[in-house]
């Protein structure tokens, strides 16, 4: 038996590495399936058993560490933490990179994947306390900042971020309370300082990045944006919409990125935007136009409409704009602020009407 023993060690330090890649591998492409909406009951049940199983594992593997400092790695267990925390950032990176735009969520995306990373080269520190909380309270606040909106306050808005914050602080004070009648004793009662640290550098960095407009407007999700020169309701669903298309190249665009004004100036951008069921909440059309003497965008118009959530592809909903020669951008945002989306186009002039092609939104 010691033998067997001493040859799974020796196989987990040969393939240690690989071991913990497939670990990622496995558990990414597992989440990324899932990871769809941000309602959704599986991947919601799953990701709070992520959370359940990582907060037990971590107070055991920190008790068997106060105990026995010196005995053998418990390969198991730091497997599975392994598989709880990378799973936990593989399925929120995929959720918050749906919801704002690349450049204004760099920072945040950032973060996460370098959680991700982390959990691969950093997993032999993860039987240290202070690593452990860190991670483990960045990845609860951070579903948190999905779930609240989602399941309890069923809206957007700073007041929601805010509380969903604290919401986070609640839930981890029932892990603490457990963490310090487990660990946190005697000669480890000195650690508790160390948390609450943490904890607060890490609760003040998320409000701090909400209010730069870091943070993506989570759980809404920019399904499509497109600037159209004609849309039409239809009495029986749905929209007919008139577009100049966009080169074949061009796959991350609905309409081309030039406007071309002939006699009517007025451009209609077009939206859909996925909010979880029964979330309600107002939504903002921004109209920019680039100043060239000043180097800056300068707010044209901004206008609101109202979204019910619930729809797979999204709510749909559209704004009227008259433009000129220049750059332009139709921001979708929310009522604080945040940026959900946005399509960029040049308007030129011409003495010809441009080929249009039709199109059922």
């Known amino acids: 038996m010691r033998r067997a023993w001493h040859n ?33 009951l599986v991947d919601n ?7 359940f199983a990582a907060g037990c594992l971590i107070i055991v593997l920190n008790l068997r ?10 390969l198991v267990l730091l497997l599975i933490l392994q598989f709880c925390f990378g799973g936990l950032a593989s399925n929120l990176l995929v959720l918050y990179g749906h919801s704002g735009t690349l450049v204004g969520s760099a920072l945040f995306l950032g973060m996460l994947v370098a959680l991700v990373i982390g959990n691969e080269f950093l997993r032999t520190r993860y039987v240290r306390l ?36 604290f919401l ?16 946190l004793r005697g000669a480890e009662r000195r650690g508790a300082r160390d948390i609450t640290i943490i904890v607060a550098t890490t609760f003040a960095l998320f409000n701090g990045l909400y209010f730069l407009d870091v943070i993506p407007p989570v759980p809404l999700s920019l399904k499509s944006i497109g600037v159209y020169h004609s849309v039409l309701h239809q009495s029986q669903g749905g929209y007919i919409a008139l577009f100049e298309a966009a080169p074949w190249w061009e796959l991350w665009r609905d309409t081309s990125g ?7 100036n007025t451009a209609f951008c077009f939206s859909s935007v996925f909010a979880p069921a029964d979330l309600s909440t107002t939504i903002y059309h921004r109209w920019e ?11 044209q118009s901004r206008i609101s409409y109202a979204i019910n959530g619930g729809l797979s592809e999204g709510y749909h909903g559209y704004t009227i704009k008259s433009v000129s020669p220049g750059q332009w951008r139709c ?31």
Not at 131 to 137: A, K, M, S, T
Not at 258 to 263: H, L, N, S, Y
Not at 289 to 299: I, M, N, R
């Open 289 to 299: 136009k680039y100043d060239e003497s000043s180097g800056q965008w300068v707010t």
């Open 8 to 40: 799974v060690v020796a196989f987990w330090r040969k393939y240690e590495h690989h071991l913990g890649v497939g670990a990622m591998v496995v558990g990414f492409t597992f989440d990324i399936i899932l990871a769809k909406r941000p309602d959704s």
């Open 45 to 51: 049940v799953l990701l709070l058993a992520y959370l």
């Open 258 to 264: 030039t406007f071309t004004i002939a006699g009517e």
């Open 331 to 361: 921001d979708v945002e929310t009522s604080s602020g945040a940026l959900i989306g946005r399509v960029g186009f040049s308007v030129v002039k011409s003495p010809s009407p441009p080929a249009l092609s039709q199109s059922v939104l």
């Open 65 to 74: 560490e106060m105990r026995y400092n010196k005995g053998a790695e418990p």
């Open 130 to 165: 202070r690593f452990n909380v860190g991670v483990y309270y960045f990845l609860l606040l951070t579903y948190v900042l999905i779930a609240a909106p989602t399941f309890i306050f069923h809206g957007v808005s700073t007041l929601v971020f805010v509380g969903s914050g």
């Open 168 to 183: 986070s602080l609640a839930v981890f004070a029932v892990f603490a309370a457990a963490l310090w009648a487990a660990v």
